[in-house]
């Protein structure tokens, strides 16, 4: 009976510590892509990292490196420069490089596990990120930021985007909305992994070792969330253990770089193409630079083999304002839907509008607000999983939703009638 009252208390606890790990990385990170938003102008992204070339990213990765942001925080600082200009390939490069390193994970690194150890794991974190950002320009197809669904309506932004409350909404309501769900399943799936399979679990097994114990090691961690300082005492635990090193540096570049919030939010916002070489060349680097590592370096004595949570009060207020960033997008999600079912139910002068490119959050942040700043558009209700839009107000034309959508960077597939006392013009077909 113990056990079965146990484990469930084991689960909150570390799904709480889960989000004091995560949450001021992905706020953090929240907060520099609203800025790159507001204060950055989108033609220096683009003349820099706009161009599917090695010099795009390798400026990336040097971007990258230094920034103190785990795998969550990284996602939405990417998903910024993507839409205002950067290849997909330099955002890949931004998104390997940079949650492996940073300037308070080397120090740490080199703390615990020594200098040779920090400075091999900051160049094997460039190298990857350049890989994977040339591997995604070459096989990968490049279409500029602009031309992407709802890119237009993201640069440039009007009045009320502007200045630091402009990007903080921008932050919360465009980037934060485009992966929140992904984020609470990633969350409570990391916090299940984080209490079924301890971080010792194969420190003292001999197949821990050689390839069998990175590919061990490597299962482990892709879908684990490890923030990159954090998982540098684990990885001096299991050294102390008998981990041979490599391993334990497969550990530090695939569990910072990846985890199951991360795969999420990399399919639904750059497509499963880009998640494929994203994850490929985490995979194979990291597996390519821990025999490397074993064969020529060893690392420094393990200072210290003991891993503490931040626990600190940054820590919990950040998780508090994310719980209450989540339950905000939650309840207006749960609104949106409501108002939507009975616009459909009881509004006479309503239609619906068949929608392409409506992939993410974002899409449909930009498609509502796009709508609704007409005069004549009451409440614009976008379906995600639909990719339908349901209107609702007063002398609206077909033409001019179908170009105001357009405009937001969608194209119209089909509009659908709903009322015969809609003000529609004949002939979109």
Request: net charge neutral; hydrophobic share 55%.
């Amino acid at each position: 009976m113990q056990p079965d009252t146990a484990m469930p208390a084991l689960f909150l606890h570390n799904l709480w510590l889960v989000l004091l790990e995560l949450s001021p990385s992905l706020l953090l990170g929240l907060l520099i892509a609203g800025l790159i938003h507001v204060y950055v102008p989108p033609a220096a992204i683009h003349k820099r990292l706009s161009r599917p070339s090695l010099g795009s990213t390798v400026r990336a990765s040097v971007l990258g490196v230094p920034l103190p942001l785990c795998s969550c925080g990284v996602i939405p600082t990417a998903l910024g420069l993507r839409k205002a200009g950067a290849s997909p390939g330099a955002a890949t490069a931004f998104m390997i490089s940079t949650p492996q390193t940073g300037v308070d994970s080397v120090l740490v690194s080199a703390a615990f596990l020594g200098w040779p150890f920090a400075i091999f794991k900051l160049i094997a974190a460039f190298v990857t990120g350049v890989i994977g950002g040339l591997l995604v320009n070459r096989f990968t197809p490049s279409p500029s930021a602009e031309t992407e669904p709802g890119a237009r309506a993201s640069l440039g932004g009007a009045g009320a985007d502007r200045g630091l409350i402009g990007a903080v909404r921008y932050a919360i309501f465009d980037l934060l909305a485009a992966i929140d769900l992904w984020l609470i399943g990633g969350i409570i799936a990391a916090a299940l992994i984080t209490t079924l399979v301890p971080s010792d679990f194969f420190a003292d097994q001999a197949w821990s070792r050689g390839l069998l114990g990175m590919l061990v090691v490597l299962a482990i961690s892709l879908p684990l969330y490890v923030c990159t300082t954090a998982s540098v005492p684990i990885a001096a635990s299991l050294i102390a253990a008998g981990m041979p090193a490599g391993s334990a540096l497969v550990f530090l570049m695939a569990g910072p770089a990846t985890n199951v919030v991360t795969i999420g939010a990399v399919y639904r916002t750059l497509g499963g193409a880009v998640l494929g070489f994203y994850l490929g060349t985490v995979v194979v680097m990291s597996l390519g630079f821990g025999l490397l590592f074993d064969s020529l370096l060893q690392a420094a004595p393990v200072l210290s083999a003991e891993h503490h949570h931040e626990t600190g009060l940054l820590g919990v207020a950040s998780a508090l304002l994310l719980l209450g960033l989540l339950a905000l997008l939650a309840w207006r999600r749960w609104r949106d839907a409501r108002v939507a079912t009975l616009v459909g139910a009881d509004a006479p002068k309503s239609l619906v509008i068949d929608v392409e490119g409506m992939s993410c959050q974002h899409c449909v942040g930009s498609i509502k607000r796009a709508l609704e700043a007409m005069d004549s558009v009451e409440v614009a209700a976008p379906d995600l999983a639909s990719g339908r839009v349901l209107v609702t107000g007063q002398g609206f034309t077909v033409p001019a939703l179908v170009q105001a959508i357009e405009q937001a960077g969608f194209s119209v597939r089909d509009v659908e009638q709903s009322s015969d006392r809609v003000d529609a013009s004949p002939g979109l077909d």
